[in-house]
């Protein structure tokens, strides 16, 4: 099981709609930033559980896969990781979104597909490179009304052969949705997967509550 060191709450703790993301230091510093731009974007009373992740590519990842940046290859840590996250979703009375970029994007999508606590997802740079992901998406059924989706333009642009296999990978996920009668976006940001990313997560969270 794996160990989560802390939680931060951003927004109004009483709020209905209540916002989880997964995420690491680099994330944390932006966090302020992230929830000024959804409230900027938004009118929507809500608040934001920030959950700290101790190992990200094993405690994020669905099943065991190799490296496919560096030496660290990918655990299978996602349903201890979700269990964990479950324990914050059983106030009936609010509505949950789950969200998160990069890996953690993948680990919200994921997530949808095991439990249908929560009503949307907002998969900002999602990792559906992700081996055997696309496969997993078509022969499941996600447990959700609405999915957002985005990538960078640039982020396909790559040379790394399976890392740029993302842009493929992230039209098809769409066009699976928009399929099985998902309420789905697309949205296509500029620059590569390093550039404003708690920008990009507060778009795809604002889309959801909006």
């Not at 703790?13 to 993301?21: E, G, H, I, R, T």
């Not at 990069?102 to 998969?123: E, H, I, N, P």
Request: proline share 3%.
């Amino acid at each position: 099981m794996p160990a989560m060191s802390m939680m931060t709450v951003y927004g109004n703790p009483d709020a209905s709609v209540v916002l989880v993301q997964m995420v690491d230091d680099h994330d944390l510093e932006g966090m302020e930033t992230e929830v000024k731009e959804i409230q900027r974007l938004t009118d929507a009373d809500f608040c934001l559980l920030a959950i700290k992740v101790q190992h990200w590519n094993a405690d994020l990842s669905p099943w065991s896969a190799p490296a496919v940046f560096g030496k660290e290859g990918f655990g299978d840590g996602a349903a201890g990781t979700l269990s964990k996250v479950l324990q914050h979703t059983a106030d009936k009375t609010k509505s949950y979104y789950i969200g998160g970029y990069s890996l953690a994007g993948l680990f919200a999508l994921w997530a949808a597909y095991q439990t249908d606590v929560f009503k949307g997802v907002a998969a900002a740079s999602p990792s559906v490179w992700f081996p055997g992901f696309a496969d997993y998406m078509k022969r499941n059924t996600i447990r959700v009304r609405s999915v957002y989706l985005s990538l960078g333009d640039k982020e396909e642009k790559t040379r790394n052969p399976v890392m740029a296999a993302v842009g493929g990978r992230i039209r098809e996920a769409h066009d699976l949705l928009q399929v099985q009668g998902i309420n789905t976006i697309l949205e296509w940001n500029q620059g590569n997967h390093f550039k404003d990313a708690d920008i990009r997560t507060a778009k795809a969270f604002a889309w959801l509550i909006k």
